[in-house]
């Protein structure tokens, strides 16, 4: 029999709508009948793409038995954290403080009618196993619990509240001057745990982590050594051994390892979440949409900075990936891709000798076979081999006596044909759903992917995506003449109140798509979402933003992240993206709600810096603002210049190229037009330099810092 999920728009909460669960989705009538029944709330929170949620779904919820406990002893709700991110991190947070451990999906939170916790963990087996006790027990005595100890659960819920309110940023009366001296700490920090042999940082489980390597290349080009407009020799990706913790090394060997690793799809592109290793060889086999996004700049960061065709290769497979599996017909991204198929982690992804030599002619399988490892023994569960980069080509070309443009022709046949097989296995789950964060995230990947390469297609991915976000996402409030974004959409429903990472990694977007190619309409939506980030998600008061707007539903905590998370934090972002609309506009209030969220934050930057890369970026350009490159002429006349801006790496600068006929520019825009010519002005806070006629002029000021 189908309970309520039915109806709902997640394909998380889709997948329990046959469950013998009496489940609700989050609302007002499952909470009000946990008040009217007296029933405790057992809260269960994942997403599609996560395997040990299938694996208790599978154990507990479509049991019988068990489901009659849960509908007996509490009211039952089913949340798709990827949906409602703001219920995910209270109950996250809760849980880390009652248990002193770190949580994860699936969550499970058990918690009184007015939804405070007393209870929780994260998967349950049915029966005790793995040192947990078996789910169906513990329903029993959390039940019991809540009926025989109401004053000691009313005291812990509200200590938790007050630790809430006690971990939020406090404002200073004293506004401390700000110092790079953060920035630097933590890179030290990075350096302490760089893995120097493997790349990336800390030990198992390894993530990418893409907005620290973003901190690490900024640095290394705010040094000086690398201006990004000097073409640097190909294959120059490697670290060097001399200073592996430099900024640099630390960034593109851990980029390099990963590209070459089992966390990277090796014959369809695109990168899983994490590896469950300490070398990048065998993932957590769930590709999400929100590691893409960011990796496709990282890696278009690093071809900029070393040209090594690795990290094109990389970006070309990653975007293609994107359009051909995660793009939907109406334009927007959809979210993710399960880790399993037919009910087994990665089936989809691996394989064995034996299949790869039925597919392939001999002189394939000579060059497939060591360059991915099908020589050595198994890396997978069950005697299978998960592919990744075992052995180079020019090693394999020696071994076998053929040229090395040989190899590379026989392995991209062999490539073809694996890809061509695997793609007749049934496919992992696709989450269908469209959030507006997560497309944010990809639209700003594919954007800087086609500004670096000159890629008009996946440009034209990107503005696909933004327009439907536009179309369906965006709307006018009822009652107000302001539009604004909804978070989620699906089947041709959007619903729910979008978040502050919603706005910001929105609004950073834009300004990535205006600097690829400029449109007026582009800056008028930057301007309305930051106009509604002021509005409904700032504090006055304190400064800062809550991950919730002002008119959301009131719960019982209304965060204001600074750290990064999976996702960059949405403080660091709107921080950064604020300055720089605000240095494109002229606008001083978003410079100074910026500046604002910094020192709300600053006193934690300068404690410990670890996990704040996103607001250390921010307060790196609030120290020292962005150049701003005014392009005005032709628009065919610019594209020249703009081809050897757009290759070069040059994360302090934004370049706006702004055509002849463009109106409507605010004054750092509206520069004189030459009749037939291009002029650049450099401008850097309220300075601009004399305008420039040739690029050559253009690139000196550049390369020399004149402002500095």
């Known amino acids: 029999m189908a309970n309520r999920l039915g109806k709902e728009t997640s394909p998380y909460l889709q997948q329990h709508a046959g469950n013998p669960v009496d489940w609700y989705a989050w609302g007002e009538e499952a909470l009000q009948a946990a008040r009217a ?3 405790p709330i057992l809260l269960s929170v994942g997403y599609s793409a996560c395997h040990w949620c299938h694996v208790m779904a599978r154990e507990s919820f479509e049991d019988v038995a068990v489901a009659a406990l849960m509908n007996q002893h509490f009211i039952n709700i089913k949340v798709d954290r990827e949906e409602r991110p703001d219920l995910d991190q209270i109950y996250q947070l809760a849980h880390q403080m009652m248990s002193q451990r770190s949580g994860g999906w699936p969550l499970t939170m058990f918690l009184t009618p007015e939804q405070e916790p007393f209870f929780g963990g994260t998967y349950f087996p049915k029966t005790a196993r793995y040192g947990l006790p078996g789910f169906a027990d513990l329903l029993l005595r959390v039940a019991q619990f809540y009926r025989a100890e109401r004053t000691q659960i009313a005291r ?9 309110e006690r971990m939020q940023p406090a404002s200073q009366a004293q506004r401390a001057a700000f110092s790079s001296k953060p920035v630097d700490v933590a890179l030290e920090n990075l350096a302490a745990s760089f893995d120097a042999r493997y790349g990336g940082f800390g030990a198992a489980p390894k993530f990418p982590h893409p907005t620290d390597l973003d901190l690490c290349l900024r640095r290394h ?26 900024p640099f090394n630390m960034a593109i060997y851990t980029l390099g390892r990963m590209a070459v690793g089992g966390i990277y799809d090796q014959l369809g592109g695109g990168f ?56 939907s017909p109406e334009g927007g991204y959809y979210s993710s891709l399960d880790a399993d198929s037919e009910h087994e982690e990665g089936k989809f992804y691996v394989w064995t000798p034996a299949l790869v030599r039925a597919l392939l002619n001999d002189a394939e399988y000579a060059v497939c076979a060591p360059f991915y490892g099908l020589d050595r023994e198994a890396n997978f569960e069950g005697a299978q081999w998960h592919l990744h980069v075992a052995r180079g080509l020019d090693d394999i070309a020696r071994a076998t006596g053929q040229q090395e443009e040989k190899c590379s022709a026989l392995l991209a046949s062999a490539r073809a044909k694996l890809f061509a097989a695997r793609e007749q296995r049934v496919r992992p789950g696709r989450d269908e759903k469209i959030l507006t964060s997560w497309n944010a995230l990809m639209i700003e990947g594919m954007a800087r992917s086609a500004r670096v390469f000159g890629r008009p297609e996946w440009l034209a991915s990107a503005r696909a995506a933004l327009d439907f976000l536009r179309t369906a996402l965006w709307r ?18 959007a619903h729910l109140n979008a978040y502050l990472d919603d706005y910001a990694f929105l609004l950073s977007a834009l300004i990535e798509l205006m600097q690829v190619e400029f449109y007026s309409r582009d800056l008028e939506f930057a301007q309305d979402l930051a106009e509604v980030l002021l509005e409904q998600f700032y504090d006055p008061g304190a400064g800062g933003f809550f991950f919730t707007s002002h008119d959301h539903e009131k719960l019982i905590h209304r965060p204001k992240p600074g750290h990064d998370a999976a996702t960059p934090s949405g403080n660091g972002v709107a921080a950064f993206a604020l300055q720089r609309l605000g240095h494109i506009t002229g606008e001083s209030r978003y410079l100074d709600a910026a500046e604002r969220t910094l020192h709300l934050f600053y006193p934690a930057l300068e404690q410990h810096p670890g996990g704040f890369s996103s607001l250390l970026m921010a307060l790196e350009e609030a120290m020292e603002p962005p150049r701003v490159v005014v392009l005005r002429g032709p628009k065919e006349q610019m594209r020249a210049w703009r081809r050897i801006l757009d290759q070069a790496y040059l994360p302090a600068t934004l370049v706006l190229a702004a055509a002849s006929e463009a109106k409507d520019l605010p004054p750092v825009l509206a520069k004189p037009i030459a009749a037939g010519a291009v002029n650049a002005w450099v401008c850097q806070g309220v300075t601009c330099m004399a305008p420039v006629d040739t690029p050559e002029a253009l690139f000196d000021i550049l390369k020399t810092d004149k402002f500095r």
């Open 221 to 246: 080009a705010s040094t000086g050594r690398h201006q990004g407009l000097v073409e640097p020799k190909p294959g120059a990706g490697g670290a060097d051994a001399k200073r592996p913790d430099d």
């Open 272 to 327: 899983c979440r994490y590896s469950v290793d300490a070398y990048w060889l065998i993932p957590h086999f769930e590709k999400m949409l929100y590691d893409n996004g960011p990796l496709l700049s990282r890696y278009s960061d690093a071809w900029a900075l070393t040209r090594d065709p690795l990290f094109a290769e990389v970006v070309e497979e990653t975007a293609d990936w994107t359009m051909r599996e995660m793009q």
């Open 476 to 493: 006018k409030k009822q009652g107000t003449t302001r539009a604004h974004l909804l978070a989620t959409a699906k089947d041709g429903r």
């Open 37 to 39: 029944q007296d029933k």
């Open 156 to 164: 812990q819920g509200e200590a938790i509240v007050a630790g809430f």
